[in-house]
């Protein structure tokens, strides 16, 4: 007999938090103190970590696909960028919820455009916005600074008390700190009942709608919400570096956060963040022995990765940290595996 | 006499092709009512134009005395129109339990929460746990959806369209494809709905029809043909025409 307790436990059981997650964030946490040489690397890999939740939230979880999210870091970039630099807003945590609020803005106006079409016209779509953006920024050099960027901009401390150090201490902790919040917010909003029917419209629009769900709405607020996401990566990226140029909007940087999910998986909110680190720890590595074809050698992996199928390079990966695990733990290991697309 | 579902003068064409022509039903409330006639006599586009799936191209359709033509599918389905499907619709990758749990949530007005977390709520775990069981669904409510066997996804099928609690019920073909032994499940359930939620069948199968349906519209290409009680239109010549001509065909 199924009870109402019964049901209340299993319903919840997806929003647990799991040992292998709280294992997580202590790892990254203790990589903050055991590399403090490499505060600028890992400041990158956060906000890419942060720009790829925001492609995982309406990919792995609406089923949008999108070649243009750089818009969106793009727009939050600059935002951040132009506040400091003018002195508009000079306090670096408002106005990088100002910049994201302009991201989340061009979001919701373009959202309309996105959710008509299916995958291809999407694609199309969203990749015709980041270039669109791209060209603007170009035309109107007088305020974006053209192929330059934007000159000087100069950050206050973080309010007030935290002042941007040349080893980018500050800057790596402030985005962590972001990431963090941002992520909590993400977990949060997908193990409720609208994170739940973004699920379903990806896995079935015609029931989805069939049972009463607003299919439109939801996507639009998704989409929205996703927007306000890449615009902060894009204000962390301009705040801790105090540069804004052009290919902030590029293809490739959009292209490569596709990279990043395919990497790390879709639709588990951790596929961004492992891939984001996989992506940019394979970057290094090649660059360093093979400068000039480092390109090659990402590409080699993403073959590997999509031949084997990340399922099964996961379980051999995880075959040691699960085997220790069932040594001491005396259970089944559960080092968090996607739960998305099983290949 | 009130209505639970009318159309009037329904019309739709795909190109040249009228598959809906002047059609006019009334379904009594808490009738059940069945819709039959011969493949490609236009049924599921019916149930497609009634829950909004299609737009028709002329008249209109009114749900409770709500004219409804120009609401989107979400709207109605609140309105209290639901449906299962011919061919099972489901989520593959979420479980019965998610399943069942979207669609209560989003009939309570909660389906947009996006702060409290699913399973928190006691009276939506009441009402998922309740239906879950009615449909025999409780030891599976775990399990993928897209790993159940075929039965119990055609459970799931008709448990969804029940947990929206619709005033008007639209069954495509509810036990198609199901095995004699799972269809008793099923039919169980249908007839175990309160006597004033309207059930609109459509159907292939005649003697599930005759047991079933108090009244009875027969289509046929996409026009109403004869709608009366299940013994007039078992005598009715015109029918009998079309049914025998089909039966001598096949």
């Not at chain 1, 201490?169 to 973004?198: D, E, K, N, Q, W």
């Not at chain 2, 292939?204 to 009244?215: E, G, I, P, Y």
């Amino acid at each position: 007999m199924t009870t109402q307790a019964d049901v209340g436990y299993h319903a919840i059981q997806h929003a647990r938090w799991r040992a292998s997650e709280v294992a997580f964030w202590i790892v990254v946490l203790a990589c903050a103190f055991i590399f403090p040489s490499r505060y600028l690397i890992m400041t990158d890999i956060v906000q890419l970590a942060l720009f790829a939740l925001s492609l995982d939230l309406i990919l792995g979880y609406a089923g949008i696909v999108s070649l243009g999210h750089a818009a969106f870091f793009g727009v939050g970039a600059y935002g951040a960028g132009l506040l400091a630099l003018h002195g508009i807003i000079s306090e670096p945590v408002i106005a990088l919820l100002v910049a994201g609020i302009a991201a989340m803005v061009l979001g919701f106006l373009t959202s309309f455009l996105v959710i008509r079409g299916v995958d291809l016209t999407r694609l199309m779509v969203t990749l015709g916005i980041a270039l669109l953006l791209e060209a603007l920024a170009e035309r109107y050099s007088n305020i974006t600074g053209g192929t330059d960027g934007l000159q000087g901009i100069e950050m206050s401390p973080i309010l007030g008390m935290f002042a941007f150090d040349i080893f980018g201490r500050t800057g790596f902790f402030y985005s962590l700190i972001m990431l963090f919040l941002l992520f909590l917010l993400a977990r949060r909003i997908v193990h409720s009942p609208f994170g739940l029917s973004l699920r379903a419209i990806r896995n079935n629009p015609l029931r989805a709608a069939a049972i009463g769900i607003p299919v439109n709405r939801r996507l639009i607020a998704i989409y929205t919400l996703a927007a306000f996401y890449a615009g902060i990566a894009g204000a962390l990226f301009t705040q801790t570096t105090a540069l804004a140029a052009l290919d902030v909007f590029s293809f490739e940087r959009s292209a490569d956060l596709m990279l990043v999910l395919v990497i790390g998986g879709t639709g588990y909110l951790y596929g961004g963040l492992i891939g984001a680190v996989v992506f940019r720890m394979l970057q290094e590595l090649f660059s360093t022995i093979t400068p000039q074809y480092w390109q090659f050698w990402i590409g080699l992996v993403l073959v590997v990765i999509v031949l084997v199928g990340r399922a099964r390079l996961y379980r051999w990966v995880l075959w040691l940290p699960n085997l220790v695990i069932a040594q001491f733990g005396g259970r089944k290991g559960a080092v968090v595996v996607p739960e998305g697309e099983a290949s | 006499m009130t209505l639970a579902l009318e159309t009037r003068g329904l019309e739709k064409s795909f190109g040249g092709l009228w598959v809906t022509r002047d059609l006019s039903l009334n379904v009594r409330r808490g009738a059940r009512h069945a819709l039959i006639g011969p493949n490609g006599a236009g049924k599921t586009t019916v149930i497609n134009l009634l829950t909004g799936v299609l737009r028709p191209n002329g008249g209109r359709i009114v749900l409770e005395g709500q004219d409804v033509t120009d609401l989107p599918v979400y709207k109605r389905v609140l309105l209290g129109l639901s449906r299962t499907f011919q061919i099972n619709q489901l989520y593959p990758d979420l479980t019965p339990l998610e399943t069942i749990g979207l669609a209560v949530s989003e009939r309570m007005g909660r389906g947009g929460d996006w702060w409290r977390r699913m399973g928190t709520r006691g009276d939506v775990n009441a009402e998922i746990a309740e239906i879950l069981a009615r449909f025999h669904l409780g030891d599976v409510m775990n399990e993928l959806t897209s790993t159940l066997p075929y039965g119990k996804q055609r459970l799931l099928e008709i448990a969804v369209a029940i947990a929206a609690k619709p005033r008007v019920l639209l069954l495509d073909e509810p036990a198609a494809g199901v095995p004699e032994s799972e269809r008793h499940d099923i039919l169980a359930a249908v007839g175990a709905l309160p006597r004033d939620v309207t059930v609109l069948l459509i159907e292939h199968d005649m003697d599930l029809v005759f047991s079933f349906a108090d009244r009875i519209s027969v289509l046929v290409n996409g026009a109403l043909l004869v709608e009366g009680e299940p013994d007039e239109v078992s005598r009715d010549p015109q029918v009998k025409a079309v049914y025998l001509g089909e039966a001598a065909d096949a």
